[in-house]
């Protein structure tokens, strides 16, 4: 079983988070005049009128940048435990973390070369 | 069992991962399932939390809420007639009930059953020998003679996906 | 840790891996490089590179291992890379079949419209033969896992490659959908045995199941075997997890089809072989179940009815590539008949590794036939082949050779293949399987030689235009007829022997 104290700072800030959100919700409400109009509960869009509904069909350039999010995402969590024990390891672990990376950046280069971080 | 904190704790990260999970189907809107969902993972993280996972935990959190769940959004604002999908569109959702509640009673028999069925005695592995931290995982990545090939084939296969999703999703040639 | 381990002892395990990842990386630069008018020469690199490797295999085979010694000490010789892989002969098998699988592939596309000159495409023929040259060797299962989603990923996004074409992209969404959907199950079922156990070695897995501490209860791991076995189905096409194939072999660019029928189902068949007989060994009872019995009856009943599904579908096919769907799946209904016969231990064994080989070639010589005709007409249909012996007798040969070897009719290997399955099958007390299995050849018969009939008997108008092929084509048409011939002719007995003497290493 494990102890939670090593995980009471994340509990306290989940915590927090969910006090203060609840807290500024009902502070406002409270203490806030009230008076609402179309104008003013329409989405907002700096302050403008909106030039159209939020949802319509967005361009697949966005799954694009997603998917390659993901998968950089992914590299990071394999890095993750061995940088914790990256000093105790030695040459042996540098250089398989080399290579790993070495093979990822191949893909990133591709990515590159090919125009698919470019947005037009 | 008794009854403690962890019990406590144990409880409401249930009810967050089964409530989600029970708002991610029930739910109209696909964007308040996918939301839903999110929820639902956050409380298999505190879940993992529990079971001495805390990387697992961290994954969950990371890709799982951070990656997946976003691109499940994408996903949905990419298909134009979805978006404000609001009726049930499955016509099937009776037959998936009678699979769904086949797979649970499966699940029953195939975990419930060998742990605490009749005959067993599957106490012989602790937990506490189970338990791995970040660091032996760090360790088991880079060690020769433990996962080093999985890690490096891994990263390959990364690759790999990462130039079909170009290739596949990319609008010109 | 690091320093006590011995990177270069471990090296020629995975020899061939290595050789693929680079190969990767320079048909990537190749891509990203070269000039459009000179990519053709990308399909060059990458088959020659593969068949290279279809070398290294050879070059750096597993140590010897020294007669009359046990179990364990098998094992100590054998596994590398703290046993993620086993390199036995098996293993080198297959991955002598997986790249020349490849190989082949890479040249068979290369006048390909729309896949041909694009680097990405060989780039990820070559991870898929990566992952299917781990399965063959994969010991753990982790390993397992990886190596299978590093075969199937890429094949996913081969599938659906060409898409502009709403064909591909529908084969390779339904292949992606189905796919991902039996690996996790399977992944279910490695978690359940990893969650019994704590191991991962699968050689390790068998002693703790029946070990006392694990207990009396059987439906656990029968439970976790049947979720694995689904995964293991998908694999190999076999009935009732065959769905997925007739459409993802129709809509995927054919020289796809043509690997995907091929490495992806050899590697399967190596890494279901391995696992089986490591896993749930001869006589494994679990309070009182025969555990290794269960899978036996099991692949016997799944032989029977994935072979009478994939031949008499098939007898209804108009399409060519949907016609060699259900033979592929009738095919391996014929290779679990092998499996079913492990109580013939060695002869099984050898007799699933022939029958994989020779089958190897012969489809790809199929399918390379299937390419050139349908990049020069358009046409998939079996009517629209009317003729093929007046427009390209060679063609026409060629097809004849894999189609009577898909049949089992000497002198084309497929004979020897059928003969070595149902000797061992008899071998294994399962006369009644053999018998089933020469009935369904002969039904199967009558489709193969259906298309024959139409190649040389039927007339059609076109028959004075040619049918264009280059020089990779005519290397690939004639490299995997000569090896059909020979493997049904002279070389039978002695790849078999070879095999058979080889495949103790199997039974640690």
Known sequence: MPTFDEFAPIGALLILSVVMVALITIISRLFGPYRPSLRKTAPYESGMKPIGPAVRRFPVR?????????????EVVFMLPWAVVFRQLGLFALIEMVIFIAILLVGYFYAWRKGALEWE | MEFNIHSIVFLIFSVITLGGGLGTVTSRNLIHGAVYLIVSLFGVAGLFILLSAPFLAAIQVLVYIGAIAI??????????????????????????????????????????LPVWGPGTANAALQPSEL??????????????????????????????????AIVIARDRD | MGNEFDFLTHLPAIMPEIGLAILAIVVLGLDLFLPESRRRSIALVAGIGLAALALTPLLWGPPAVPTGIGPEEQNQVLLFWGGMVRHDVLAQVFKVMVLLAGAFTSLMSIDVNGIG??????????????????????ADLIMIFVALETTTIPLYILAGFKRNDGRSAESGMKYFLFGSFMSAVMLYGLSLLYGFTGQTNIYALADFLTSPAFGENPVPVLGAMVLIL??????????????????VYEGAPTPVTAYVSVASKAASFALLLRFLVAVFPADMMIGGAEIHGFWVQLAAVTAVITMTLGNVVALAQRNIKRLLAYSSIAQAGYTLIGLAAIGAQEQSVAAVAFYMFMYTFTNLLAFAVVVLFSEATGSETIADLAGLSRRSPWLALTMTIALLSLGGVPPAAGFFGKFFLFQAAVAADLTWLAIYGVLMSIIALYYYLVVVKVMYVDRSEDESKPIPMSRPYAWVLGVTSIAVLILGTVGAQVVFDWALANASTLFA
């Open chain 2, 71 to 112: 691109l499940i959004i994408f996903a949905v604002m990419l298909t134009r007639s979805m978006t404000r999908m609001t009726e049930i569109y499955n016509r099937q959702w009776s037959l998936s009930l009678v699979v769904s509640a086949l797979l649970f009673v499966l699940l029953l028999v195939g975990i419930i």
């Open chain 3, 230 to 247: 689904v995964g293991f189905g998908f694999k190999i096409s076999a009935v009732p997890f065959h769905f997925w194939t007739p459409d």
């Open chain 3, 117 to 138: 000159r694009k680097g990405e495409f060989y780039l990820t023929i070559i991870v898929a033969t990566l992952g299917a040259s781990l399965m063959s060797a994969a």
């Open chain 1, 62 to 74: 966005f799954y694009l940048i997603a998917v390659l999010f993901i998968l950089f995402d992914i």
């Open chain 2, 131 to 164: 338990v791995a931290t970040t660091v032996d995982l760090g360790v088991a990545f880079v060690d020769g003679n433990q996962f080093v090939l999985p890690f490096e084939v891994a990263s390959l296969l990364l690759t790999a996906a990462m130039i079909g």
